[in-house]
Structures are given as structure tokens and as C-alpha cells.
């Protein structure tokens, strides 16, 4: 009797135990399914349609981007992004391999040739670099009326505190040669544009701000390196929380770069459970 009724505590616990176990296991299986499931979801505002890793926002799950990658859906149809503490607005992201994205710096510029606000632009930041269509281009305001030497194609005008004064933009090697008459100059300001953007200044179709206004392209090649090899698994890229570190979401847990079993589903583990469950059942 006693025996009996150790023996009968002893399976009990253990049953316990598995129940207990079991369901630790269940909601971590889940959790994992429900990342998989979730960065399925892609990001979407205005023209900006099925964006996936590396970005999130708008409803898609940082777990399913990478750090820095936050774009943000403003009045439902444009994206902005936060690089490095000054606003971008996002006008368009390559779907290529290249990793190429469009970016122009939010309120700087206005309709005509001078800036709103004077301040320099510069990509410090090591997720994204310069696409090598785009180059820095410096401005100069505030300038003695005799510098010449400098192209008069490189020359406009900009109303600055109610007067008309002259000002130009110089790309790098234009820079090199003209700094000891530009040092005259009251301000200047340097940020990246597209050589394209520079064509279009130079013909002078339209105004300053209207071209700088589409923005200039930045690479983040590096950032979706690791990305190739969990999609050919057919996982999900993402990041862990709060690591960051890169993440393979996969239909049976996350692996640190791509899924070890394609296409096994999560409930096959508790098929596994259910099956010792019963055995125990039996055995007591
Ligand atoms: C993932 O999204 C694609 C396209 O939106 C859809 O065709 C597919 O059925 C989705 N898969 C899952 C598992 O939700
Ligand atoms: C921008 O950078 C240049 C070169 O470093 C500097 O001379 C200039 O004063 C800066 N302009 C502003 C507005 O900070
Ligand atoms: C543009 O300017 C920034 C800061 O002044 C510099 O770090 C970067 O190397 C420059 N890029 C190119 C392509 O010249
Ligand atoms: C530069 O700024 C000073 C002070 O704001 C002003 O007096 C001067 O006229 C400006 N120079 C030019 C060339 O506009
Ligand atoms: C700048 O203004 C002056 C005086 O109004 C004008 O003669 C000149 O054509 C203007 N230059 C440009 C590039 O608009
Ligand atoms: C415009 O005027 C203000 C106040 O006089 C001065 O601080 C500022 O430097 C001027 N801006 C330029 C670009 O000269
Ligand atoms: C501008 O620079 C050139 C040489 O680069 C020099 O000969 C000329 O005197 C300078 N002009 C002014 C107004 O400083
Ligand atoms: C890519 O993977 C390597 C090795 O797993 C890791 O060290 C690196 O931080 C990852 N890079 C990114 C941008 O996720």
C-alpha cells in the first residue's frame, strides 16, 4: 500500500513536472511562431509598398528590422527616418540588391535658393554611406560681390535678412581651388547631393531648394549582408530584443543566421509531448 501509493506520487510529480514543462515550452514555441508569423508584414505608407528588413514602423515590429532602421508614416502618406538626429524625409527605397534608399534632410530646405535653416549634413553614421551617384556639395552665402573665378553658372542669388546677396555652389574639386575667396563669404553649409541634382543646378531650371528637395541616395549594404542566407532558408530576417543582434526567424524557433529545418512546423514538437503525456497516462 505504501509502496503503491509512492510509486503513485512519484508519477504524479513527474506528470506535474511535464505539464509545467510543457507548457514553459508552449508559450516559447508560440512566441517564436508569432515572430515568424509577424514579419511576414511588410511596411507600407503612401508610395512606399512592402518594405521588409531592414526597416520597420508604421506596424510592422522592431523585432523585424535592424536598429537605426525606424521609418515613421506621417499623415499616412509620407516616411520619414531619423539618421544620426536629423530628419530625413524618405523618398524612395531600391528593391535591388544594392540596398540603395533616396533621403532628403527635412527642413532645410524651401521652395527658392536659400536654405531655411543653415546647417551642415553629414552621414557620420556607419549604417549608411554615400551611394556613389551622390557627392558632397558646399554652399556658400553671404559673399563679397568680386569673387570671381569661381563659373557664374555656379552663381545665384539668396535673399538673406532682407538683402539680395550672392551665393554659389561648389562641388569637392571646385572647393579645392577657390577657398581663399569663399573664406570671405558670411556662411556656408555642405551637404550631400545627387551628381544628378548637380546637372540640374547647373542648367538652373529651377530653383535650389526644389532640386536639393529630391534628396540624394545612401547605401546600407552592409546591413542586409546577413540577410540572403536566412531568406534562402526561407526564414524571416530580423533582430533580437534587446541585443539587436541579427536574427533568422524560422517556422520552428530563431537561429543566429539561417533555418536549420526548412518547412518543420512548430506543432510537430507538441505532437512529441503529447505522445509522452500519454505514455506516462498509461504507465500510472
Ligand atoms: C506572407 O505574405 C505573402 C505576401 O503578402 C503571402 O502570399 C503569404 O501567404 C504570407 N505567408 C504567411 C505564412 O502568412
Ligand atoms: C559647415 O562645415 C564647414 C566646414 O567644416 C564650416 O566651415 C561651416 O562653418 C559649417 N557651417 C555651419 C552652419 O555649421
Ligand atoms: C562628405 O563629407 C563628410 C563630412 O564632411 C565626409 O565624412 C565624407 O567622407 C564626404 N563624402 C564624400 C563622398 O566625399
Ligand atoms: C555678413 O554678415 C554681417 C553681419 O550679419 C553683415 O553686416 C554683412 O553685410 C554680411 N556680409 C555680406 C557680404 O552680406
Ligand atoms: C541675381 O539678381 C540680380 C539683381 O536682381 C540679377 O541681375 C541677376 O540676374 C540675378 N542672378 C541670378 C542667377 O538669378
Ligand atoms: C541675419 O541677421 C541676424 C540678426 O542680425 C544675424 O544674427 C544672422 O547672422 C544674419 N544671417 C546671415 C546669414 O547673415
Ligand atoms: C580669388 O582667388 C584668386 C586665386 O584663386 C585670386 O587671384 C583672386 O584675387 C581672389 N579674389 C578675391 C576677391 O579674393
Ligand atoms: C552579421 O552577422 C555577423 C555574424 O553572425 C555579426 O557579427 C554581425 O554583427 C551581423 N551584422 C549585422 C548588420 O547584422
Known sequence: MDAYFFLHSIFITIFILLICTSIAYCNDDDDDYHQYLSCNSTYNC???????YPFWGNGRSQFCGYQG??????????????????????????RSAAAIMTIAP????????????????SLSQSLFTLAPSAQNLSFFYGCPPQTDHIPVRNKFNCTINGSLQDAYFVDESLLRINPPNLTKCNISISLPVNQMAIEELLIGNEGVGITLNKGFDVQYTSVIINCSACQN????????????????????????????????????????????????????
Not at 503612401?46 to 521588409?52: A, N
Not at 530646405?109 to 536654405?115: H, N, S, V, Y
Not at 526564414?235 to 541585443?243: A, K, L, M, Q, V
Not at 536574427?247 to 537561429?255: N, R
Request: overall charge negative; glycine content about 10%.
Open 233 to 284: 532558408s526561407d526564414g524571416r530576417c530580423g533582430s533580437n530584443f534587446p541585443s539587436l543582434e541579427f536574427l533568422c526567424f524560422c517556422p520552428d524557433q530563431p537561429y543566429p543566421r539561417m533555418c536549420l529545418k526548412p518547412g518543420t512546423h512548430v506543432y510537430s514538437f507538441h505532437i512529441n509531448k503529447m505522445f509522452l503525456f500519454i505514455v506516462f497516462l498509461c504507465g500510472s
Open 46 to 52: 503612401g508610395i512606399l509598398k512592402d518594405i521588409g
Open 106 to 121: 527635412v527642413g532645410i530646405w524651401g521652395q527658392d535658393a536659400c536654405p531655411v535653416k543653415f546647417i551642415n549634413i
Open 69 to 94: 532602421f525606424e521609418l515613421l508614416c506621417e499623415e499616412g502618406q509620407y516616411s520619414t527616418a531619423d539618421i544620426g538626429g536629423q530628419k530625413f524625409r524618405v523618398l524612395d527605397i531600391s
